[in-house]
Nanobody
Framework: QVQLVESGGGLVQPGGSLRLSCAAS????????MAWYRQAPGKQRELVAA???????NYADSVKGRFTISRDNAKNTVYLQMNSLKPEDTAVYYC???????????WGQGTQVTVSS
């Protein structure tokens, strides 16, 4: 099992930026496609950005043009650059494999992102 630890969250004003990092204890290359998910209070966890091992990306419509996902396979790290943040982006952000179903035990603690003035 590869352990994933998210970091970089915090409190930011609307229009601000944050860069999240996801550090893996093992090879993310072997995991294939990776993704960032988020869960806002009272809402289901949703996929916000995904990246294949080769670097192809996909984004939820709500973040397209504002967020950029990237990965460094050599460093076993996945990143999420978030620009032009909106209050609606407030959520706990998690990284994991890009899969339709994931074991409950595969989720880390996530990192809190709060966008507020």
């Amino acid at each position: 099992q590869v352990q994933l630890v998210e970091s970089g969250g915090g409190l930011v004003q609307p229009g601000g930026s944050l860069r999240l990092s996801c550090a893996a204890s093992g090879s993310i290359f072997s995991m294939g496609a990776m993704a960032w998910y988020r869960q806002a209070p009272g809402k289901q966890r949703e996929l916000v950005a995904a990246i294949t091992s080769g670097g192809s990306t996909n984004y939820a419509d709500s973040v397209k043009g504002r967020f950029t996902i990237s990965r460094d396979n050599a460093k076993n790290t996945v990143y999420l650059q978030m620009n032009s943040l909106k209050p609606e982006d407030t959520a706990v952000y998690y990284c994991n494999a890009d899969q339709a179903w994931l074991p409950s035990g595969s989720w880390g603690q996530g990192t809190q992102v709060t966008v507020s003035s």
